[in-house]
């Protein structure tokens, strides 16, 4: 089982870029990297996936290694509105029946 | 609209009045899942569902059970709740195991007294 650990909490200032790292030293050859974002109360929203190396999408990137033990989110120039918990998800592919585990997220705080 | 939609929102219940919380999803998803969340433990899997009549357990899953009888539906069965299944619950959706993402619903605020 893939755990994962990222920091308990981060602050920034609004307009400048953030970066969340996630270890997970026990990932698995099969494992994807994926991360959501939740506000109070409300389900936990789809931000970004990848396999390895980098990828890009309108709202963030994600960094991941060549040997896939950490990944790092990159939110640029962040604003208020993107002001909650971030958690990273290792969990199987396609194939292979397994639980996932989340892990205990990372709380950011944006400032003006 | 893609979605999945669970209800009830909000639920206060007995100790050992069996309650059923229902998840829908209409994006054709195979991969359906069970998650409780509760303050410092983050959230965590209770059971999920690869297709049609597949379910596993996840971290989770004593004191539930679920079932899928049909590609959309993926109901959660508490049959003699507890206060300690006073929890927030979240039900999700995927393509496929690992592909793309999951979906979440709007979560079900459970209270047990």
């Known amino acids: 089982l893939a755990k994962t650990t990222q920091p308990i909490s981060m602050d920034s200032y609004e307009g400048q870029e953030v970066n969340i790292t996630c270890s997970h030293n026990?990932?698995?050859?099969?494992?994807?990297i994926t991360w959501y974002q939740q506000f109070p109360s409300q389900g936990p929203r789809f931000i970004i996936q990848?396999?390895?190396t980098k990828v890009t999408n309108e709202v963030a990137s994600l960094f991941i290694p060549a040997d896939r033990k950490s990944s790092t989110l990159s939110l640029p120039r962040v604003s208020l509105s993107d002001t909650a918990v971030y958690y990273c998800l290792v969990g199987p592919g396609t194939t292979g029946r397994r639980a996932l585990t989340f892990g205990s997220g990372t709380r950011l705080q944006v400032q003006p | 609209e893609a979605q999945v939609t669970q209800n009830p929102r909000y639920l206060i219940t007995v100790t050992g009045k069996k309650l059923t919380v229902t998840c829908s999803q209409n994006?054709?998803?195979?991969?359906m899942s069970w998650y409780r969340q509760d303050p410092g433990l983050g959230l965590r899997q209770i059971y999920y569902s690869m297709n049609v009549e597949v379910t596993d357990k996840g971290d989770v899953p004593e004191g539930y059970k679920v079932s899928r009888k049909e590609k959309r539906n993926f109901p959660l069965i508490l049959e003699s709740p507890s206060p300690n299944q006073t929890s927030l619950y979240f039900c999700?959706?995927?393509?496929?195991?690992?592909?793309?993402?999951?979906?979440f619903g709007s979560g079900t605020r459970l209270t047990v007294v």
């Open positions: 994006m054709n998803h195979e991969y």
């Open positions: 026990n990932i698995a050859t099969n494992d994807y």
């Open positions: 999700a959706s995927s393509p496929r195991q690992g592909y793309g993402g999951y979906t």
């Open positions: 990848g396999y390895k």
